[in-house]
């Protein structure tokens, strides 16, 4: 084991994804000398992820709105939210080199529409700030005091370089920020390793779940080959909440083993909850959310007598072949044929959802530290100096630039919080924070 490198005046930032990096750049700008350890051979990976279909990074409604959106997460979050709000973080991509517009959603992209030029002019004003970065290291846990006492100001770090044995080493600072992710999209370098050495620390860590997630659904043989990949445009999609029906609208698309897209992702805290609950969920899909049963009922009583039902359905309602295999499928191919209870079904669908897909396909994840476990400056109560910022923490949120936004926020909070924790515990003459 090698030493521990020398500690005045140190912070050292455990993940390289949005939070990490945003907390080491506010350390490091009050004068703290940053040391950000990440475990994949670069960084930044996520955030170059999110960016692959155009990066949205926030979301442009009144505050308290956006603020809503996180449910019962809200009240723990707000204050992080409201610190460095939606148009705190446009001002920063500004600042960066990198104006954002409003997209016709709301949503927030940078003018570029990608990452990567935000991502580069990042990592060049973390540079100049002095911000070292040491890849493929990956954290395994804290050590000891010279006395054997459990220390978190010690985080301990393995390094294998090629095929050589791996080294570990201790690196203490005055502080320490983890922004390790949750365990959604491993690849880019979020496993959720992390989560037994805080488990052994005492830390209550809440399973890692998936959440805006697709869902798996037991199609035929002959409707999967047929109709995966196809979407199902203009749709609505209707879960159970406490005996209330909760619809959202969007295109779904088909897998071969179930659903995804945007209404899907919206609902699936709400299927997951559902499937913990009664083992299944039972979803509704609405294939034509602009027309009423009234209206559906009428047209489908004009049927021309001899066409069939797939026709009917086209000819009447417009409905896609897509839409009226969902019918079939449903119903075991005994779709009904007379006006009314057709279009009841046209404007419910039952489907049944057996499970939600693996983490691993997530665009997100729930679970976590618990909330409870920190304080309002996100530092663990447990491991006084030790914060905790982004998905890390057990809260959760759908697209729409909502989860980068919170991920941002937590870790400006998580660092000023250091700060704040820094003046308090260990004054220094002339010291810069």
């Not at 920190?374 to 909502?402: I, K």
Request: aromatic residues 6%; positive net charge.
């Amino acid at each position: 084991m090698l030493p521990a490198t020398d500690s005045s005046g140190t912070a050292t930032v455990v993940g390289a994804g949005p939070a990490g990096l945003m907390a080491a750049e506010v350390l490091a700008a009050a004068g703290l000398r940053v040391t950000v350890f990440e475990h994949m051979p670069s960084v930044g990976r996520k955030l170059l992820l999110a960016g692959r279909g155009g990066l949205n990074i926030t979301h442009s409604e009144p505050l308290d709105q956006f603020i809503a959106r996180f449910g019962t997460d809200a009240d723990r979050l707000e204050r992080a939210l409201r610190t460095f709000s939606p148009v705190e973080l446009r001002a920063w991509c500004d600042a960066l080199g990198e104006p954002t517009f409003i997209g016709t959603s709301g949503r927030v992209f940078p003018a570029s529409f990608r990452a990567t030029p935000l991502l580069r002019a990042w990592l060049a004003r973390l540079a100049g700030l002095g911000v070292v970065t040491q890849t493929r290291d990956r954290w395994v846990g804290w050590g000891s005091t010279s006395n054997g006492e459990f220390d978190p100001r010690r985080a301990m770090f393995s390094r294998r370089d090629g095929d050589s044995t791996a080294t570990t080493r201790a690196v203490a600072s005055d502080v320490t920020v983890f922004a390790l992710g949750g365990a959604s999209w491993p690849r880019v370098g979020s496993d959720g390793g992390w989560v037994p050495a805080f488990r052994r620390a005492g830390v209550e860590v809440n399973e890692l779940r998936p959440a805006n997630c697709g869902v798996r659904l037991e199609w035929s043989r002959v409707f999967a080959d047929r109709f995966a990949g196809v979407p199902l445009k203009n749709v609505a999609i209707g879960v159970s909440v406490d005996g209330v029906m909760v619809w959202c609208r969007g295109d779904a698309m088909i897998t071969t083993g179930g659903l995804e897209g945007g209404p899907v992702y919206a609902q699936s805290r709400a299927i997951r909850d559902a499937i913990d609950r009664d083992g299944r969920c039972v979803i509704k899909v609405d294939l034509h959310p602009d027309l009423t049963v009234e209206t559906l009922t009428e047209r489908l009583t004009h049927r021309r007598p001899k066409e069939s039902l797939a026709a009917s359905l086209r000819h009447a309602i417009g409905l896609s072949p897509v839409a009226v295999s969902v019918l079939r499928e449903s119903t075991a191919n005994r779709v009904p044929s007379h006006a009314a209870p057709l279009a009841k079904l046209v404007k419910a669908v039952p489907l049944v959802v057996t499970s939600t897909m693996p983490i691993a396909r997530a665009i997100s994840s729930a679970g976590g530290v618990a909330l409870s476990e920190v304080d309002d400056s996100f530092m663990l109560h447990r491991l006084p100096g030790v914060f905790v910022a982004g998905e890390m923490l057990d809260w959760e949120a759908p697209t729409g630039g909502y989860l980068l936004q919170a991920a941002f926020s937590t870790a400006v909070v998580a660092a000023r919080g250091a700060l704040d924790w820094l003046r308090r515990t260990t004054p220094r003459e002339g010291a810069p924070w």
